[in-house]
């Protein structure tokens, strides 16, 4: 029986301030403070500056010199590029996983999808955030190319951090559960060409919602300071 390495406290703190971000609790922009950090998890600065710096690397950190430490904060043309490079590997993601994995991309993707229905049903904005995030990575994971993966994990956990912003908005919860039952038919039937057209129009959407919310800030910004 192979032992399992329980994790470090630095992972520990990775995993917390990442779920904190993707969650919506930390807010996008906000500083950070290593002291501030060390105090609230009751640990010492070093294991959080070394999660910090991990969570550079993820993309959910930016540190400014002689500035600071932040929760990443992205603009509209950031937006519109990450969601660029999303579509570019999940639709070339999607037609290899369907050629090379099929069976095992029906079989994880059904079982989210309904898990994803459950939650939808139950109005469990969090659980179906999670599923939708689970959903397509599974296209990244089955697609059988690792360099697919490793550079959608360049952008994997803002993408989660945004999806998070969307979530309440019950309109596009109704929109997005219709798109991913849709997906799964496709999936099913093999047709990748009606399959990433649809997937284009989704990852399209999903783009729109964000910068209609960037907009909607930056008026309400505009506002108070007026």
């Known amino acids: 029986m192979k032992i399992i390495r329980p994790k470090s406290l630095k992972e520990l703190v990775v995993e917390e301030l990442r779920t904190r971000i993707i969650d919506g609790r930390m807010r996008l922009g906000a500083g950070l403070s290593e002291n501030v950090l060390a ?3 009751g640990i010492s600065k070093t294991p959080v500056r070394e999660a910090l710096m991990q969570l550079k690397l993820e993309g959910l950190v ?41 069976a095992a991309l029906v079989a994880r993707m059904t079982r989210l999808y309904e898990g994803m229905r459950e939650a939808f049903d ?44 969307l979530s309440a908005e019950a309109m596009l919860n109704r929109l997005s559960i219709k798109d991913h039952r849709e997906m799964l038919k496709l ?40």
């Open 39 to 41: 105090a609230e998890l």
């Open 62 to 102: 930016e540190v400014q010199p002689q500035r600071g430490t932040y929760v990443f904060r992205l603009a509209a043309d950031q937006v519109v590029m990450i969601s660029e490079l999303r579509e570019i590997l999940e639709i070339a993601a999607v037609a290899t996983a369907i050629e090379r994995n099929h």
């Open 122 to 165: 139950a109005n469990d904005t969090v659980a179906y955030r999670n599923l939708d995030g689970e959903y397509h990575e599974t296209i990244i994971d089955l697609c059988g190319n690792p360099y697919i993966h490793d550079a959608y994990s360049q952008i994997g956990f803002r993408i989660q951090a945004l999806r998070s912003r």
């Open 187 to 226: 999936v099913k039937a093999r047709d990748v060409p009606a399959l990433q057209s649809l997937m284009r129009g989704h990852i399209n959407q999903t783009k729109q919602s964000y910068l209609d919310v960037l907009e909607r800030r930056d008026f309400l910004t505009q506002e108070i300071a007026s």
